[in-house]
């Protein structure tokens, strides 16, 4: 079955880095969306970042320029380098995966709908 487990997470002043990691075990789908999410507390879940398998990479316009999501194959981890921190980047980060085909990762909008696999999440603290 499959699992994703997050870690990395933690706190940081503000102008910090932070790299997140999604370690993902019984995936075997050569096609496939993965992405980043983050849900702070009284407010909605986001996408951040999404990573299409074949190499593509989409982010939220509030981090195009800090943030950075690759994945190493050889490992199958994805990865969140955060960096330039800012208060308003702290909430809980999940990782999400899903079977893909058609081009929607690829979207501006990173719908967690369209995810179906999701890992438990890794706390993100900025501090002023």
């Known amino acids: 079955q499959v699992q994703l487990v997050e870690s990395g997470g933690g706190s940081v002043h503000t102008g910090g880095s932070l790299r997140l990691s999604c370690a993902a075990s019984?995936?075997?789908?050569?096609?496939?969306?993965m992405g980043w999410f983050r849900q702070a507390p009284g407010k909605e879940r986001e996408g951040v970042a999404a990573?299409?398998?074949?190499?593509?990479?989409t982010y939220a316009d509030s981090v195009k320029g800090r943030f950075t999501i690759s994945k190493d194959n050889a490992k199958n981890t994805l990865y969140l380098q955060m960096n330039s921190l800012k208060p308003e980047d702290s909430a809980m980060y999940y990782c999400?995966?899903?079977?893909?085909?058609?081009?929607?990762?690829?979207?501006?909008?990173?719908?967690?709908?369209?995810?179906?696999?999701w890992g438990q999440g890794t706390q993100v603290n900025v501090s002023s």
């Open positions: 019984g995936w075997t789908y050569s096609n496939y969306c």
């Open positions: 990573f299409d398998s074949d190499g593509s990479t």
């Open positions: 999400a995966a899903e079977v893909y085909g058609g081009g929607w990762c690829r979207s501006p909008l990173i719908d967690p709908e369209n995810f179906s696999y």
